[in-house]
């Protein structure tokens, strides 16, 4: 066994297992921990959520552009993300994990620290899992929260007259993406540091949620089709501001990557995904609560799900789509 | 798009999901249905039970041995079962998918009927999952289970005196995959049936549990390495009789494939895994459940975890490892 630098298959399934649970919060609200059959979580208010997604490499990511940690906080937060867009508190993980024999065991708990670096400040535990070999590395996270009471907050509840509103980053990960393809990701390196590992405004859902907040998804395929969700869901049409006046803080932060790709940011804005923002409609006159800021405003359904500046966007139709269209 | 035999990359991911959502149960304890960021699911008693296991092609089933409905009751059962060993009744899943592009739709469809047919019938929800594109097929499992107001059932509370008991099959499955590897599947096709799709004892979980049962697991990597999982988390020394006379039915069914296969039925017997039986330990005296029969009993910890026949086993470490060992 080479003492530097081994791999996964230097190792046996429990020796591994034994680098990868150090890093791992078990979540104060757990009551049985990793290493029976199953973990046992707390319900306290008789319901939880449920969600599920899956990273896989070369698909979701690729090793010469993020690290392991990378990985564990990207997995970890795309998953709380949508816990949050439910208006629940984020509680427990379970990871399943495929990797090759010819991982390096440091990537390994690189991704375990990731992603207990993303769940410990949350008190959200890494309750269980299951490891395996296979071809290629992937992570396939399920989130759990708490609706702490509440309502959950679904896609369906816009109504005429409610505010659209929209909390955390809007285009970073694609501007990353795009200077990482490019071979350019010094341009701005907080932008691929984004698209790497994005950080939701993960608490922002539960606080929507107390505010009112009629629908609300976690913005993970772009802004456009994700909005075009609600107001399907809804029976609305959403009609959305001139991105560069609603997302102005952001687009003055893309223009440099824009300009050193001779990209459209203004595509960026409406398109890109994987930003895991939260879009949310509240009641017209609600307060909002911090990050959210107003977007845009909800009609009867008219003759487009969308309206951007009010016109039917160019690229409503564009956005990610596994294995065709 | 061919007409025939259609392949994953034929269609979008939604047209996908289309054909896969009508062959899964809803649960009738799931408040909000796959569809939104997450779903939500009951919990009565303010508890829930969670585990996960990851089935990877090549690894854990090869497609030309097991069909895609083989894999889905593979996956809900090995799942359930992990639920069951803890006393919990099974309530949810939600499943990870991963399918390359070349992937026959039918199949997918398949995978999908055979979770259905494993779920409805215990009226566990497949209440949401994640379809992504990849190398390989993967299959992630979340399953989710109500203790009812009970206490779990732990590893970890086997005392001298308890007697062991078992539900379910014994070697079947590893009868199975011989038979499958030696390219006589047809000795006994109810052994390579149950290889491909095994029916764990679910009920037996809550029966054990309602039973009074100290300690219990599903074995799924060999009776001996399961059994000593028992005992070095009880502290305890668990005495096994002889497997002849323990599993005296399921010896009498494994001899054919044995004989065919010049094999020695007693290793299936002790090492073999995958059949997901429950293994469990009783206070002295308890009735036992059905479908559970004696096979020892606890004592105090000797100078072995496990003993077959008052002797050490020969094979003890024997069982399943991913990487080495």
């Known amino acids: 066994m080479p003492a530097e630098s081994p791999v996964v298959a230097d190792l046996s399934e429990q020796d591994l297992l034994d680098r990868i649970f150090p890093h791992l919060p078990v979540g104060s609200r757990t009551l049985v921990p990793p290493g029976d059959d199953a973990a046992v979580v707390v319900a306290p208010d008789g319901r939880y959520v449920v969600t599920c997604d899956v990273l896989v490499e070369d698909v979701h990511f690729r090793r010469r552009w993020s690290t392991g940690e990378d990985v564990g906080r990207r997995a970890a937060a795309q998953n709380l993300a949508d816990v949050a867009a439910m208006g629940a508190r984020p509680v427990a993980l379970v990871v399943g994990l495929v990797v090759p024999g010819g991982t390096p065991v440091a990537w390994v708990e690189g991704l375990a620290r990731g992603l207990g670096d993303a769940c410990r400040p949350l008190d959200v535990g ?53 200077l990482l393809s490019a071979g350019l990701p010094e341009t701005d390196p907080g932008l691929t540091a984004f698209y790497r590992a994005p950080t939701p405004p993960l608490d922002a859902g539960p606080a929507a949620a107390r505010a009112g907040a009629t629908a609300m998804l976690d913005v993970s395929d772009g802004l456009l089709r994700d909005a075009s969700r609600i107001a399907r869901a809804s029976g609305v049409t959403l009609h959305l501001e001139d991105p560069a006046v609603a997302f102005v803080q952001d687009a003055s932060r893309l223009a440099g990557a824009a300009a050193a790709l001779g990209a459209d940011l203004t595509q960026w804005l409406l398109t890109g995904g994987e930003d895991h923002g939260l879009l949310a409609t509240f009641p017209p006159g609600a307060p909002l609560p911090e990050p959210f800021g107003a977007i845009g405003v909800v009609s009867s359904r008219g003759s487009d799900l969308v309206l951007v500046g009010g016109e039917p966007p160019r690229a409503v139709t564009t956005g990610w789509d596994h294995f065709g269209d």
């Open 126 to 178: 890494v309750v269980g899992g299951d490891l395996s070999g296979g071809p290629t590395i992937v992570v396939s996270v399920t989130a759990h929260g708490d609706l702490e009471g509440r309502a959950p907050v679904l896609r369906s509840g816009a109504r005429a007259g409610d505010v659209v509103a929209y909390a955390g980053r809007r285009g970073w990960s694609a501007a990353g993406l795009a």
